[in-house]
């Protein structure tokens, strides 16, 4: 994959984090208060049900349990850790904590993908939580066990979403729509029950609670989620890991233009060090070992499937003929010699 290249796709995965980062201005100007286990929910299961309906294509075989565990990981128990984090950390620690996602990449992508851990690949990481850090902890932020622990478990079950994305891929035959129309799906299913038991659903809906959750649902995950597994599918593991900064970045600059935020030198920096993080992860990058090739990573064939196809393609092009295919790359046979008769008594 060439530089140009990379940088494109990386910057137009970028958009879904960045979208996800817009969720903290939606959640507290457009949704009820106190619903984010309900805000989770409309965002992840109607947009999965469109799409399922859409491509009318359900998973076979193994992609059941695969299916199950990327909607988990990616989608529902990603949310509720969020969430969770959110109501119990200031939400600069909880984006501090998070920063640790992909130093998890890092550590299973050495083990799962084969990818080399390299000396920019740990500068990157220290770069990004010093940025974060700049950008979002505020003096008066506190800690609080249960909210670290979630931002933590967040954190992994985001970057194990990643790099088993990556180590699957994609089923062959099976659109990108669908493919994020399953984990959608399942991280609602998931979230649906919880939703039920752990909150009270609201008296009443404005419109503009309406509006709020159909930006969730239909920017914030159908069109995000499409964009960001397409990426992960291009793009090297820990590379897309880090681009998942975009999020703090935006929220934070979101929350300057619209919410009165200001913005001090030390957040400035941090903002720089978080871009300089990712064009440290990004340079250089290539296929690590063990990324499977284009085809395979966007639902095209795999070249075994190619050859298989060519040998079956070849045996009906001289099945008519009557000759079998292993005939045409045989050495040639030469026809055993006739036996000679015996010499009978008359002969001389």
């Known amino acids: 994959m060439t530089d140009r290249r990379l940088v494109r796709i990386s910057l137009l995965t970028a958009l879904a984090p960045a979208v996800w980062g817009s969720t903290y201005l939606v959640t507290t100007e457009f949704l009820p208060p106190d619903r984010p286990l309900l805000a989770s929910t409309l965002r992840a299961l109607p947009a999965g049900l469109i799409l399922l309906l859409l491509t009318r294509v359900l998973p076979r075989g193994i992609w059941w349990v695969r299916a199950t565990v990327l909607g988990v990981l990616n989608i529902g128990a990603f949310f509720y850790f969020l969430f969770l984090a959110a109501y119990h950390l200031p939400g600069g620690v ?9 130093m998890i990449v890092l550590l299973l992508g050495s083990f799962l ?16 939580a010093a940025g974060v850090a700049l950008l979002v902890l505020q003096p008066q932020a506190g800690l609080d066990g249960v909210g670290v622990l ?34 959608l799906t ?4 998931v979230l649906l029950p919880v939703t039920l038991l752990g909150e009270a659903l609201p008296e009443r809906l404005t419109w503009t609670n309406v509006g709020g959750f159909a930006y969730l649902g239909i920017i914030g995950a ?22 998942s900064f975009a999020s703090p970045l935006c929220a934070t600059v979101l929350g300057y233009l619209f919410m009165g935020q200001t913005l001090g030198p030390l957040q400035l920096l941090g903002a720089a060090g978080v871009v300089g993080a990712v064009v440290l992860a990004q340079r250089g990058e290539g296929a690590p070992p063990g990324t499977p090739p284009a085809s395979a990573a966007e639902g ?19 099945s008519g003929l009557g000759v079998h295919p292993s005939s045409l790359t045989a050495p040639p046979t030469v026809p055993a010699p006739r036996p000679v008769p015996p010499p009978g008594p008359g002969s001389a």
């Open 94 to 102: 909880a984006a501090l904590v998070m920063t640790v996602q992909p």
């Open 300 to 318: 095209g064939r795999h070249g075994d499937d190619e050859e298989h196809e060519h040998e079956h393609g070849r045996h009906d092009a001289v």
């Open 113 to 128: 993908l084969g990818a080399r851990i390299r000396l920019p690949h740990i500068g990157a990481c220290a770069l990004a």
């Open 186 to 189: 399942v991280g609602g299913l």
């Open 222 to 243: 159908l069109l995000a989620y499409i964009v960001w597994f397409n990426g992960i599918a291009r793009l090297p593991a820990l590379a897309a890991s880090f681009l």
């Open 150 to 183: 979630a931002g933590l478990l967040g954190a992994a079950c985001m970057a194990s979403g990643i790099v088993l994305t990556k180590r699957w891929g994609r089923p062959e035959g099976v659109s990108l729509l669908a493919f994020t129309g399953w984990q």
